[in-house]
């Protein structure tokens, strides 16, 4: 089984999150299948644009793999592991961020954590009314990871970054939209995907490689890689910390 499929619709590649079992959390196997999807879709000389989405019927992706972390946690050697993960989901960010194609979020249900920063590199983000999200890292132990400190101040300012990040409390969607966070907000999921549609033609029709320049011009020396490699280190360093355990036993309980 896929855990992540990919759907052709002339132009567009649909990359679609479907590991039902364990609603799309971002563990080893997730983050090996986003970087092989990337790496298809940017081989593909026909697809111009590609939009993200999940099967999940109520969730978009949980974010992390809770009992992974805290198995990662118990282990002495846990801490590479945990470094080789977020070295591939930053690998993966990247690939978004500095991607030739057009890329789109179409977010439903519930994003956590993860589950929505590794998408905020898109060029354009779109969420069901109903969508959720939640930033835990400070009641996990850790520090912000996966492109969250770098994007979050630029879209939504440093305050409500800090609010978000120092209550871990939830927010909708449309709060995310008003702070800048979303492009658009549609209130009914298949009329987020209808949408969704609607603006791939948009783009198609007035021509992508337009789009393309402008991204180039919009990311140069914009620092992302640095500042993932720096997010990825001060979390190793925090996942030495005995207490992080806890906390993420505690998060689960």
């Not at 690998?91 to 249900?109: D, N, Q, V, Y």
């Not at 789009?211 to 490699?229: F, P, Q, S, T």
Request: proline content about 3%.
């Amino acid at each position: 089984m896929s855990l992540v499929n990919i759907r052709n619709a002339g132009a567009v590649r649909y990359v679609e999150l479907d590991d039902q079992e364990k609603k799309n959390a971002l563990d080893p196997l997730m983050a090996d299948a986003l970087l092989a999807a990337m790496e298809q879709v940017h081989a593909d000389p026909e697809c111009k644009i590609i939009v993200f989405t999940s099967t999940g019927r109520n969730y978009f992706s949980i974010g992390p793999d809770l009992e992974g972390m805290i198995e990662l946690a118990s282990r002495e050697d846990g801490v590479q592991d945990l470094e080789r993960v977020a070295a591939k989901l930053n690998a993966f960010i990247m690939a978004i961020h500095t991607s030739p194609k057009i890329t789109i979020a179409a977010l439903h249900g519930y994003a956590f954590g993860g589950g929505l920063n590794v998408f905020l590199a898109c060029d354009y983000r779109i969420a069901e009314a109903k969508t959720k999200f939640i930033e835990k890292f400070y009641y996990m132990g850790i520090t912000p990871d996966l492109s969250s400190s770098y994007f979050l101040p630029r879209l939504i300012g440093q305050t409500r970054t800090k609010d978000l990040l120092l209550t871990g409390r939830m927010f909708t969607a449309r709060e995310a939209a008003d702070w800048g966070l979303f492009q658009e907000v549609i209130d009914k999921r298949s009329e987020m995907m209808a949408r969704v549609e609607a603006l791939c033609n948009q783009f198609l029709t007035g021509g992508t490689d337009t789009i393309v320049g402008m991204k180039a011009l919009l990311n140069r020396d914009d620092g992302l890689a640095e500042h993932l490699e720096l997010e990825k280190t001060w979390l190793c360093e925090r996942f030495r910390d005995p207490s992080v355990r806890e906390r993420l036993m505690n998060i689960r309980s």
